[in-house]
């Protein structure tokens, strides 16, 4: 098993900043993609971005390319999210997920864990 958990959402009015983390424990040997989703509410969950933990390939989704970045700490088995010009359509609830493989980072029912979550809310 592989535990995820979030932090770093908050408030935060447009054009603000914030960081998300996730941090990983348990057997993250066997896990190597890790992403990033985010639903908000009335809406299915879409995928933001996703980065390797060997090799650090990253991927991201359109409306997010230039504004987010995601890195990873693999010492310490972390992955960051940092949000840049953030706008109210970016308000959700954020996600971490693990999984061993895919076939598309974009596809949510590939990964085998997720995390309960971080809300991030943008004021216009």
């Known amino acids: 098993q592989v535990q995820l958990v979030e932090s770093g959402g908050g408030f935060v009015q447009a054009g603000g900043s914030l960081r998300l983390s996730c941090a990983a424990s348990?057997?993250?040997?066997?896990?190597?993609?890790m992403g990033w989703f985010r639903q908000a509410p009335g809406k299915e969950r879409e995928f933001v971005a996703g980065?390797?933990?060997?090799?650090?390939?990253?991927d991201y989704e359109d409306s997010v390319k230039g504004r987010f970045t995601i890195s990873r700490d693999n010492a310490n088995h972390i992955v960051y999210l940092q949000m840049n010009s953030l706008q109210p359509e970016d308000t959700a609830l954020y996600y971490c997920?693990?999984?061993?493989?895919?076939?598309?980072?974009?596809?949510?029912?590939?990964?085998?864990?997720w995390g309960q979550g971080t809300q991030v809310t943008v004021s216009s």
């Open positions: 980065i390797s933990w060997r090799g650090g390939s990253t």
């Open positions: 348990g057997r993250t040997f066997s896990t190597n993609l």
């Open positions: 997920a693990a999984a061993s493989s895919l076939l598309r980072w974009s596809d949510s029912r590939e990964y085998d864990y």
